[in-house]
Nanobody, 128 residues
Framework: QLQLVESGGGLVQPGESLRLSCAVS????????IAWFRQAPGKEREGISC????????YYEDHAKGRFTISRDNAKNTVYLQMYSLQPEDTAVYYC?????????????????????WGKGTLVTVSS
């Protein structure tokens, strides 16, 4: 059974960093797109970043560029989201999701509606 489990969330102060992990089980990270999303209280889900597990190419939404970095470790079947300079507006439940990917990664491959598998999320709270 395919499973994605997020971890690494918690309470941090503004300006601090945090690294989230998305551990994948039930399949090997060969030809997939893994994406990170978040949903803040009372707001719609928004995309953050996505990565091709085959070649490591990635896309970032504008709000994540320069502050968030996505990476993967296929040997560990894990995708990471490193977050820097966190602010209160980054407070949200963070989810990872996966979908099969053949060939090059395109921005449209990262859309939430394309994802087939979702984790249950990890809460990130940024507060002083």
């Amino acid at each position: 059974q395919l499973q994605l489990v997020e971890s690494g969330g918690g309470l941090v102060q503004p300006g601090e960093s945090l690294r989230l992990s998305c551990a994948v089980s039930g399949f090997t990270l060969d030809y997939y797109v893994i994406a990170w999303f978040r949903q803040a209280p009372g707001k719609e889900r928004e995309g953050i970043s996505c990565i091709s597990t085959s070649d490591g190419s990635a896309y970032y939404e504008d709000h994540a560029k320069g502050r968030f970095t996505i990476s993967r470790d296929n040997a560990k079947n894990t995708v990471y989201l490193q977050m820097y300079s966190l602010q209160p507006e980054d407070t949200a439940v963070y989810y990872c999701a996966a979908a099969g990917l053949q060939g090059m990664l395109f921005y449209s491959d990262c859309d939430g509606y394309r994802m087939d598998y979702w984790g249950k999320g990890t809460l990130v709270t940024v507060s002083s």
